[in-house]
């Protein structure tokens, strides 16, 4: 298992476009993913679930993956919440 914070650098939070860009991206891996904010977990399987999160700009947001590939659905995860977010 491994857990990582993440800042949400959109200035518009987490609207439907990385919604459904980070759906798309956590399908690809076989791992569960959860995402944490304020004691409240929501496993990242559909984009109502990330969407239910209001993930404001600034917020800080948990992700906790275990898997058989978790070393490289942590790596993507850490790409799209640093580099990709700021593209939306």
Known sequence: MISREYEIIDQHGMHARPATALLKLG???KSDISLIKDGRSVQMK???NILAM??????KVSVVVEGEDESEATKALDNFFSEEMKNF
Request: zero cysteines.
């Open 46 to 48: 559909s984009m109502l």
């Open 27 to 29: 399908r690809l891996f």
């Open 54 to 59: 209001a993930l404001k700009y600034g917020d």
